[in-house]
C-alpha cells in the first residue's frame, strides 16, 4: 500500500500542471504637452554666417554707419533663431514691432526682416507642408506672420535675420534713414508668439 501512494505521488508530481494563475500589471507613461518658444540671437559676419555667442535677447545695431551721403545703414546684420515645440500640433508664429524711437520721434521705416530658412532641430533637414514668406519684408508690424506649420506641427527652427538697410529699396515702404537723422538712441521691442492653429 505505501508503495502505491509513493507510486501515485511521484507521478501526480512529474505530471504537468493543468491549473495556472497569472497577474496582470498595468503600464504607463505620460509625456506633457509642450507649447515652447526659444530664442537665440547671433551677429552674422561678412559671408551671412552666425558668429560670436548668444545675444539674446538683444539686437545691439549700435551707431549707424553713416557716410553723409546716402542713408544710414547698421554695420551688422543679426540672426534670430526661433525653436517651435508643440508636441506634433499645427502652430503658427507671428512678431509684433514697432517703430524704432528716440523718446522724441521714430527712426524710418528701414529695418529689414528676412525669413531665411526653417529646419528640423534633429537633422538641420528641410521641413515638407510649412510655409514663410522668403521676401525681404519690413520689420515693422503689430501681428506679422512670420511660420507656418505643417499639419503635424513639426518641431522647426526658424531663422530670421534684421538689419538696418541703406537701400537701395528692399521692400515696398522702405525709407531710409537721412544722413542727418535726429541722434539719439533709439529702441524698440519684437514680441514673438507661438499660437496653436
Known amino acids: 500500500m505505501k508503495r502505491t501512494l509513493a507510486i501515485m505521488l511521484a507521478l501526480l508530481l512529474a505530471a504537468p500542471a493543468f491549473a495556472a494563475n497569472t497577474q496582470t500589471a498595468n503600464v504607463s507613461a505620460s509625456i ?3 507649447l515652447a518658444l526659444t530664442m537665440q540671437i547671433r551677429q552674422l559676419d561678412g559671408a551671412g554666417n552666425p558668429t560670436g555667442g548668444d545675444l539674446a535677447p538683444n539686437i545691439p545695431f549700435g551707431t549707424l554707419f553713416n557716410d553723409g551721403i ?3 545703414r547698421s554695420e551688422n546684420a543679426y540672426a534670430v ?5 508643440t508636441s506634433s500640433r499645427a502652430y503658427t508664429i507671428r512678431s509684433a514691432m514697432a517703430q524704432l524711437n528716440n523718446g522724441s ?3 524710418p521705416n528701414a529695418t529689414l526682416l528676412d525669413i531665411v530658412q526653417a529646419f528640423s532641430p534633429a537633422d538641420n533637414s528641410d521641413i ?3 510655409s514663410f514668406d522668403p521676401d525681404a519684408q519690413e520689420a515693422i508690424g503689430a501681428n506679422k506672420l512670420i511660420y507656418t506649420s505643417n499639419g503635424g506641427g513639426a518641431t522647426a527652427v526658424i531663422q530670421l535675420v534684421y538689419a538696418i538697410h541703406g537701400g537701395p529699396s528692399p521692400f515696398a515702404g522702405w525709407v531710409g534713414v537721412a544722413p542727418d537723422q535726429q541722434g539719439g538712441t533709439y529702441t524698440t521691442t519684437i514680441v514673438y508668439t507661438l499660437t496653436l492653429s
Not at 81 to 85: H, R
Open 32 to 34: 506633457a504637452d509642450q
Open 81 to 85: 533663431f526661433l525653436a517651435a515645440n
Open 105 to 107: 520721434g521714430d527712426l
Open 128 to 130: 515638407s507642408g510649412d
Open 70 to 72: 546716402n542713408a544710414q
